[in-house]
Nanobody, 117 residues
Framework: QVEVVESGGGLVQPGGSLRLSCAAS????????MGWYRQAPGKEREFLAT???????RVADSVKERFTISMNNARNMAYLQMNSLDFDDTAVYYC???????????WGQGTQVTVSS
């Protein structure tokens, strides 16, 4: 079993920044990819960014000018640096870990990000 825990969410003013963290753990953890998604009220879950253990990244066009994904392989952690936040960025942010040769997917419980003045 793999556990995924997000942190770093909170309340931020428009134009502000936040850095989200995702920690993965488990006795059979073999990370293939780590990714970030978000879900706003009344909307479907949206892909934001993913990073492979080898370092390759993919970021959604809608946020690529403002969001940066990174990974610390040694600590089994991924980060999402979010800059120039706007009201539309308000959502629950989720981390997804793909692990093992069978590429099982594991999700965290999410962390709330609220952009408000």
């Amino acid at each position: 079993q793999v556990e995924v825990v997000e942190s770093g969410g909170g309340l931020v003013q428009p134009g502000g920044s936040l850095r989200l963290s995702c920690a993965a753990s488990g006795p059979r953890l073999t990370i293939q990819t780590m990714g970030w998604y978000r879900q706003a009220p009344g909307k479907e879950r949206e892909f934001l960014a993913t990073i492979l253990s080898a370092g390759n990244k993919r970021v959604a066009d809608s946020v690529k000018e403002r969001f940066t994904i990174s990974m610390n392989n040694a600590r089994n952690m991924a980060y999402l640096q979010m800059n120039s936040l706007d009201f539309d960025d308000t959502a629950v942010y989720y981390c997804k870990v793909v692990s093992g040769g069978w590429r099982h997917e594991y999700w965290g419980q999410g962390t709330q990000v609220t952009v408000s003045s």
